[in-house]
T-cell receptor, first 112, second 114 residues
Framework: SQQGEEDPQALSIQEGENATMNCSYK?????LQWYRQNSGRGLVHLIL?????REKHSGRLRVTLDTSKKSSSLLITASRAADTASYFC????????????FGTGTRLQVFP | DAGVIQSPRHEVTEMGQEVTLRCKPI?????LFWYRQTMMRGLELLIY????????DSGMPEDRFSAKMPNASFSTLKIQPSEPRDSAVYFC????????????FGPGTRLLVL
Protein backbone atom coordinates (compact mmCIF):
# COMPACT_ATOMS: atom_id res chain seq x y z
CA SER A 1 0.00 0.00 0.00
CA GLN A 2 1.04 3.62 -0.43
CA GLN A 3 3.42 5.09 2.12
CA GLY A 4 2.04 8.56 1.48
CA GLU A 5 -1.50 9.59 0.78
CA GLU A 6 -2.54 13.11 -0.05
CA ASP A 7 -5.76 14.77 0.94
CA PRO A 8 -7.79 16.08 -0.75
CA GLN A 9 -7.48 14.23 -4.04
CA ALA A 10 -8.64 17.34 -5.88
CA LEU A 11 -8.94 21.01 -4.92
CA SER A 12 -10.41 23.93 -6.84
CA ILE A 13 -9.90 27.52 -5.70
CA GLN A 14 -9.92 31.07 -7.04
CA GLU A 15 -6.76 33.04 -7.73
CA GLY A 16 -5.57 34.82 -4.62
CA GLU A 17 -6.90 32.20 -2.23
CA ASN A 18 -4.68 29.89 -0.20
CA ALA A 19 -4.42 26.19 -1.00
CA THR A 20 -3.67 23.58 1.63
CA MET A 21 -2.77 19.99 0.86
CA ASN A 22 -2.11 17.29 3.40
CA CYS A 23 0.02 14.19 3.30
CA SER A 24 -0.08 11.26 5.70
CA TYR A 25 2.48 8.49 5.85
CA LYS A 26 2.86 5.25 7.73
CA UNK A 27 6.45 4.62 8.81
CA UNK A 28 9.35 6.59 10.25
CA UNK A 29 10.99 8.94 7.79
CA UNK A 30 14.33 10.58 7.16
CA UNK A 31 12.81 13.45 5.23
CA LEU A 32 9.69 14.40 3.31
CA GLN A 33 9.63 16.22 -0.01
CA TRP A 34 6.97 17.93 -2.08
CA TYR A 35 6.94 17.87 -5.86
CA ARG A 36 4.78 19.55 -8.47
CA GLN A 37 3.77 18.04 -11.78
CA ASN A 38 2.26 20.14 -14.52
CA SER A 39 0.08 18.29 -17.01
CA GLY A 40 2.20 16.25 -19.40
CA ARG A 41 5.45 17.13 -17.69
CA GLY A 42 7.95 15.63 -15.29
CA LEU A 43 7.97 16.28 -11.57
CA VAL A 44 9.68 19.35 -10.16
CA HIS A 45 11.07 19.47 -6.65
CA LEU A 46 9.54 22.17 -4.45
CA ILE A 47 10.80 21.74 -0.93
CA LEU A 48 12.41 19.23 1.45
CA UNK A 49 11.79 19.05 5.18
CA UNK A 50 13.84 16.82 7.43
CA UNK A 51 12.44 14.72 10.24
CA UNK A 52 13.88 17.05 12.89
CA UNK A 53 12.28 20.14 11.33
CA ARG A 54 8.74 21.31 11.97
CA GLU A 55 8.24 24.07 9.44
CA LYS A 56 9.90 25.37 6.32
CA HIS A 57 9.22 28.25 3.94
CA SER A 58 10.10 28.86 0.33
CA GLY A 59 8.56 31.89 -1.32
CA ARG A 60 4.78 31.39 -1.25
CA LEU A 61 5.17 27.82 0.00
CA ARG A 62 4.95 26.77 3.62
CA VAL A 63 5.47 23.16 4.67
CA THR A 64 4.85 21.73 8.10
CA LEU A 65 5.78 18.32 9.44
CA ASP A 66 4.29 16.57 12.45
CA THR A 67 6.18 13.32 12.98
CA SER A 68 3.99 12.35 15.95
CA LYS A 69 0.97 12.34 13.65
CA LYS A 70 2.96 11.17 10.63
CA SER A 71 1.60 14.00 8.55
CA SER A 72 2.72 17.00 6.55
CA SER A 73 0.93 19.90 4.95
CA LEU A 74 1.78 22.14 2.03
CA LEU A 75 0.31 25.63 2.00
CA ILE A 76 0.43 27.76 -1.14
CA THR A 77 -0.45 31.35 -0.33
CA ALA A 78 -1.97 33.86 -2.75
CA SER A 79 -2.40 31.20 -5.42
CA ARG A 80 -2.07 31.94 -9.12
CA ALA A 81 -3.47 30.23 -12.18
CA ALA A 82 0.07 29.04 -12.90
CA ASP A 83 -0.04 26.99 -9.68
CA THR A 84 -2.52 24.65 -11.36
CA ALA A 85 -0.82 21.25 -11.21
CA SER A 86 -0.69 18.00 -9.29
CA TYR A 87 1.24 18.04 -6.04
CA PHE A 88 2.91 14.97 -4.59
CA CYS A 89 4.51 14.30 -1.27
CA UNK A 90 7.39 11.83 -1.21
CA UNK A 91 9.01 10.25 1.80
CA UNK A 92 12.46 8.88 2.43
CA UNK A 93 12.21 6.11 4.99
CA UNK A 94 14.57 6.24 7.95
CA UNK A 95 15.60 2.61 7.44
CA UNK A 96 16.04 2.83 3.67
CA UNK A 97 17.31 6.21 2.67
CA UNK A 98 17.92 5.40 -0.96
CA UNK A 99 14.35 5.59 -2.15
CA UNK A 100 11.67 8.20 -2.52
CA UNK A 101 8.19 6.81 -2.07
CA PHE A 102 5.54 8.97 -3.67
CA GLY A 103 2.02 9.57 -2.49
CA THR A 104 -1.12 9.61 -4.55
CA GLY A 105 -1.13 13.32 -5.31
CA THR A 106 -3.51 16.27 -5.03
CA ARG A 107 -4.78 17.85 -8.23
CA LEU A 108 -5.01 21.61 -7.73
CA GLN A 109 -7.03 23.82 -10.08
CA VAL A 110 -6.70 27.58 -9.66
CA PHE A 111 -9.28 29.61 -11.55
CA PRO A 112 -8.39 33.13 -12.70
CA ASP B 1 22.58 22.43 -17.67
CA ALA B 2 20.08 20.72 -19.96
CA GLY B 3 18.52 18.70 -17.18
CA VAL B 4 17.58 15.05 -17.48
CA ILE B 5 16.99 14.08 -21.10
CA GLN B 6 14.69 11.28 -22.16
CA SER B 7 13.94 9.84 -25.55
CA PRO B 8 11.69 9.22 -27.25
CA ARG B 9 9.02 11.51 -25.79
CA HIS B 10 6.25 9.42 -27.25
CA GLU B 11 6.23 5.82 -28.38
CA VAL B 12 3.40 3.86 -29.94
CA THR B 13 4.04 0.21 -30.58
CA GLU B 14 2.21 -3.04 -31.05
CA MET B 15 1.98 -5.80 -28.53
CA GLY B 16 4.95 -8.13 -28.70
CA GLN B 17 7.39 -5.52 -29.96
CA GLU B 18 10.54 -4.54 -28.13
CA VAL B 19 10.60 -1.05 -26.64
CA THR B 20 13.73 0.79 -25.55
CA LEU B 21 13.56 3.97 -23.52
CA ARG B 22 16.63 6.12 -23.08
CA CYS B 23 17.84 8.51 -20.42
CA LYS B 24 20.73 10.90 -20.00
CA PRO B 25 21.07 12.05 -16.38
CA ILE B 26 22.42 15.38 -15.26
CA UNK B 27 26.20 15.37 -15.49
CA UNK B 28 27.86 14.58 -12.17
CA UNK B 29 24.81 12.96 -10.60
CA UNK B 30 25.56 9.64 -8.95
CA UNK B 31 22.06 8.21 -8.77
CA LEU B 32 19.64 7.37 -11.56
CA PHE B 33 16.04 6.24 -11.09
CA TRP B 34 13.41 4.81 -13.43
CA TYR B 35 9.76 5.36 -12.52
CA ARG B 36 6.46 4.42 -14.11
CA GLN B 37 3.32 6.50 -13.72
CA THR B 38 -0.22 5.29 -14.35
CA MET B 39 -3.60 6.51 -13.23
CA MET B 40 -4.27 3.27 -11.40
CA ARG B 41 -0.96 2.78 -9.59
CA GLY B 42 0.44 6.29 -9.38
CA LEU B 43 4.20 6.78 -9.49
CA GLU B 44 6.17 3.59 -8.95
CA LEU B 45 9.93 3.19 -8.63
CA LEU B 46 11.10 0.46 -10.97
CA ILE B 47 14.87 0.40 -10.47
CA TYR B 48 17.70 2.67 -9.42
CA UNK B 49 21.45 2.82 -9.99
CA UNK B 50 24.30 4.23 -7.95
CA UNK B 51 27.49 4.96 -9.89
CA UNK B 52 26.15 2.86 -12.79
CA UNK B 53 25.49 -0.18 -10.60
CA UNK B 54 21.89 -1.41 -10.16
CA UNK B 55 21.06 -1.27 -6.47
CA UNK B 56 17.42 -2.23 -6.22
CA ASP B 57 15.30 -3.64 -9.01
CA SER B 58 12.51 -4.93 -6.80
CA GLY B 59 10.05 -2.62 -8.52
CA MET B 60 10.58 -4.10 -11.96
CA PRO B 61 7.25 -5.74 -12.72
CA GLU B 62 8.51 -8.88 -14.42
CA ASP B 63 11.29 -10.40 -16.47
CA ARG B 64 10.10 -8.61 -19.58
CA PHE B 65 11.61 -5.45 -18.11
CA SER B 66 15.35 -4.84 -17.99
CA ALA B 67 17.51 -1.79 -17.37
CA LYS B 68 21.15 -1.02 -17.97
CA MET B 69 23.52 1.81 -17.27
CA PRO B 70 26.67 1.22 -19.32
CA ASN B 71 28.20 4.54 -18.30
CA ALA B 72 27.53 7.57 -16.13
CA SER B 73 25.74 9.47 -18.88
CA PHE B 74 23.36 6.90 -20.32
CA SER B 75 20.74 4.41 -19.22
CA THR B 76 18.14 2.31 -21.00
CA LEU B 77 14.93 0.65 -19.92
CA LYS B 78 13.85 -2.15 -22.21
CA ILE B 79 10.56 -3.98 -22.41
CA GLN B 80 10.56 -7.19 -24.42
CA PRO B 81 7.96 -8.26 -25.38
CA SER B 82 5.69 -5.31 -24.68
CA GLU B 83 2.07 -5.72 -23.59
CA PRO B 84 -0.87 -3.29 -23.52
CA ARG B 85 -0.70 -3.12 -19.71
CA ASP B 86 2.77 -1.61 -20.04
CA SER B 87 1.18 1.56 -21.39
CA ALA B 88 2.23 4.36 -19.04
CA VAL B 89 4.51 7.36 -18.70
CA TYR B 90 8.05 6.35 -17.84
CA PHE B 91 10.23 8.86 -16.04
CA CYS B 92 13.94 8.94 -15.47
CA UNK B 93 15.33 10.98 -12.59
CA UNK B 94 18.76 11.64 -11.18
CA UNK B 95 20.16 12.97 -7.94
CA UNK B 96 23.54 14.28 -6.91
CA UNK B 97 25.49 12.49 -4.23
CA UNK B 98 22.77 11.16 -2.00
CA UNK B 99 19.60 9.59 -3.29
CA UNK B 100 17.47 10.91 -0.44
CA UNK B 101 18.02 14.46 -1.57
CA UNK B 102 16.32 16.27 -4.42
CA UNK B 103 15.60 14.21 -7.51
CA UNK B 104 15.52 15.87 -10.92
CA PHE B 105 13.03 14.38 -13.31
CA GLY B 106 13.10 14.16 -17.06
CA PRO B 107 10.04 15.02 -19.17
CA GLY B 108 9.01 11.38 -19.44
CA THR B 109 8.29 8.96 -22.26
CA ARG B 110 4.62 8.34 -22.95
CA LEU B 111 4.31 4.71 -24.07
CA LEU B 112 1.23 3.26 -25.70
CA VAL B 113 1.19 -0.44 -26.50
CA LEU B 114 -1.64 -1.42 -28.81
Amino acid sequence: SQQGEEDPQALSIQEGENATMNCSYKTSINNLQWYRQNSGRGLVHLILIRSNEREKHSGRLRVTLDTSKKSSSLLITASRAADTASYFCATVLSYNTDKLIFGTGTRLQVFP
Amino acid sequence: DAGVIQSPRHEVTEMGQEVTLRCKPISGHDYLFWYRQTMMRGLELLIYFNNNVPIDDSGMPEDRFSAKMPNASFSTLKIQPSEPRDSAVYFCASSLRRSQETQYFGPGTRLLVL
